[in-house]
């Protein structure tokens, strides 16, 4: 899933690179930077999901930064999809987070936040 949402990434002209300081990808693209953490098939998604928004929060500038924002990659299937839209898009879009799905073909899908 990671190998998908890099590939896609760097089809959208972003420069990829994956396990960068415990971070799954870290993107850059015209002096903006994304950090990308992505959870794959789990028998507990929503404790996931929890967790991977917990650890990008970590990864946030103590100070506003509107040339990093951060993303969330879950697998395209209800469970997942399902615990990750449950966070609330105003506070996502606060964060600077979106969230995407991968599905099994490698397709890649936005759910929520600014891509």
């Known amino acids: 899933m990671a190998r998908a949402f890099a590939g896609w990434l760097s089809s959208q002209g972003w420069t990829v ?5 415990v971070v799954d990808i870290v993107a850059e693209k015209d002096g903006h930077r994304l950090y ?17 928004i917990g650890q990008l929060v970590r ?5 506003a930064d509107r040339s990093v924002s ?4 879950v697998r ?3 469970g997942s999809v399902e615990a990750a839209v449950r ?10 987070m979106a969230l995407y ?5 490698g ?9």
């Open 36 to 52: 990308v953490e992505v959870k794959a098939a789990s028998t507990a998604p929503g404790l996931d999901v929890d967790t991977a």
């Open 70 to 73: 951060f993303a969330l990659v």
């Open 59 to 63: 990864r946030m500038p103590s100070e």
């Open 17 to 21: 690179r994956t396990e960068v300081d």
């Open 101 to 105: 799905a991968v599905d099994e073909d």
């Open 107 to 115: 397709g890649v899908r936005q759910l929520v936040g600014r891509g």
């Open 76 to 78: 395209d299937e209800p």
């Open 87 to 96: 966070a609330p898009a105003r506070v996502l879009d606060l964060l600077g």
